[in-house]
Structure formats: C-alpha cells, structure tokens
C-alpha cells in the first residue's frame, strides 16, 4: 500500500514540473544560445541568447545559472565617457509584451566567472535561466570562439 502511495506522488510531482515547464514555454522562447570560447588561461568567458517574450504582459529576466561555473551574473557593457564599462545588473531586465530581448556581445549578456571545467570548442551545453515567476528555465547552447 505504501508503495502505490508512494508511486502516486511521484506521478504527481512529475505531472505538476511538466505542466510548469510547458507553460513557461508558452510564455517565453529562447534561441540562439551560445558561450564564447574563453581565451587561454582565463577562467571567465560570456554567455549569449535570445529570449522573446510570447505573452501580453512583461517577464524579466532575473537571473543565470550554468553547472560548469562558480559564479553567473547577468551584466551589461556601457559608455561612459567614452569609455565602455561592464556593470552587474542586479534588478534583471524586464522584457516588454512580443518584444525579444538580445544578449549580444557588447552589450547584456550573462557573465560565467571561475569555470569549473574546459570548455570544447563547437561543443554542447546549457545555460538556465530565471524567469520571475517562472523559475529556471534550460536553455541549449553550443561552444563557440566567436559570434555563431
């Protein structure tokens, strides 16, 4: 008996994370992911997507994640006098209704600081991302030394 409870609830559980993640599919589409080949000897690198907002009110976009990182921030590169900054963008972007946002080298983007392992150049692997209200959405992405 406690086997077929036990047996119900992982049905359950499993129903309810497939119906979560069909329905941010419904709202939001990525495309285009991708993560800069990082130069040698460094242990940061830069990490690109599309993210298209399908629905009729704003998303935002709060945070990143990946496995072979320490640490994942979401930044964006600035002028400020005449010079270009790269600043943390802490609150997120928010992504107004049918409008796509661009992470795009030389501007937002998703900072990967203290790689954990090599990175292989036209290999595969996968970002995550937080949509509020949403929760962490994966996204595939392939290796590249430069813009895809």
Known sequence: ????????????VLSANV???QSATDQVRFSNGWVKMPMPGMHMTAAFVDIENLITSDLR????RTSFSAMSELHEMVMVNNVM???HAG???IIAPGATLNLAPG????????LKSLLQNHSATSLE???EGMG???????VKTSLP
């Open 61 to 64: 976009l709060i945070a990143v």
């Open 107 to 114: 501007g937002k983007h998703a900072m990967l600081m203290g």
């Open 19 to 21: 119906a979560a993640s």
């Open 91 to 93: 609150d997120g972007w």
């Open 1 to 12: 008996m406690q086997f077929i409870r036990l047996f119900l609830i992982v049905i359950a």
């Open 129 to 131: 991302f937080n949509i």
């Open 85 to 87: 900054q790269m600043r």
């Open 136 to 142: 962490w959405i994966s996204v595939p992405a392939v």
